[in-house]
């Protein structure tokens, strides 16, 4: 099976641009989920998709925001960008929401606000 | 606030001896605990886990030890291989939000051949 694949791998925008990243599930998988890697934090769970509905949400801002599509494919946006969301985003997709289902990682899409 | 704390960034261990990476959390809702591994450039990838109706759950060279009164987990790596070497994410997960892992921010684990 194809593992998850996020696109683009890299990307380069200014303060108060708009963004959108692209997260494909592995094969199978219904639920979603985004986090934000920073040097500081760590990994941030920003929220999960199943079933293209939100089931979770992180404590992020409103400038974030997703949604799923019915093939399961996943988007993140993020509005009004600001110097401090310069991270990696990460997509991560699971075969269904609950404990015991592991997390499966994308490589990540590196965003950095100039 | 974080919930998910590992306390060392960094572990050198020699090849062939035990790498033991430790992680503490605050929360006592949490009831599911994961270890996942980054090699730079790439997205995590799950490695063991552990419920909390356990103590210890063991896999090959893996052993995630759990201490609930203490909240505190470790991992074992025994022996330790240089392929081993990595950033180690420890995730703890309540029932109602399993996919809301809340990560530590991360322990470099060098394998010295």
């Known amino acids: 099976k194809a593992g998850v694949t996020q696109t683009p791998r890299y990307l380069i925008k200014t303060r108060g641009q708009q963004v959108t990243l692209s997260c494909s599930p592995i094969?199978?998988?219904?639920?979603v989920s985004w986090y934000q890697q920073t040097p500081g934090q760590g990994l941030q769970f920003l929220f999960e998709?199943?079933?293209?509905?939100?089931?979770n949400k992180g404590n992020f801002p409103g400038r974030f925001s997703g949604r799923q599509f019915s093939n399961s494919r996943s988007e993140m946006n993020v509005s009004t960008l600001e110097l401090g969301d310069s991270a990696l985003y990460l997509c991560a997709s699971s075969s269904e929401t609950g404990v015991g289902s592991p997390l499966h990682f994308g490589n990540g899409t590196r965003l950095t606000v100039t | 606030d974080q919930q998910v704390k590992q306390n060392s960034p960094s572990l050198s261990v020699q090849e062939g001896r035990i790498s033991i990476l430790n992680c503490d959390y605050t929360n006592s809702m949490f009831d599911y605990f994961l270890w996942y591994k980054k090699y730079p450039a790439e997205g995590p990838t799950f490695l063991i886990s552990?419920?909390?109706?356990?103590d210890k759950n063991e896999d090959g060279r893996f052993t995630v030890f759990l201490n609930k009164s203490a909240k505190h987990l470790s991992l074992h790596i025994v022996p330790s291989q240089p392929g081993d070497s990595a950033v180690y994410f420890c995730a703890a997960s309540a029932v109602t939000g399993a996919n809301n892992l809340f990560f530590g921010t991360g322990t470099r684990l060098t394998v010295i051949p």
């Open positions: 998709y199943f079933s293209e509905t939100q089931r």
């Open positions: 094969s199978g998988h219904r639920s």
């Open positions: 552990i419920s909390s109706i356990k």
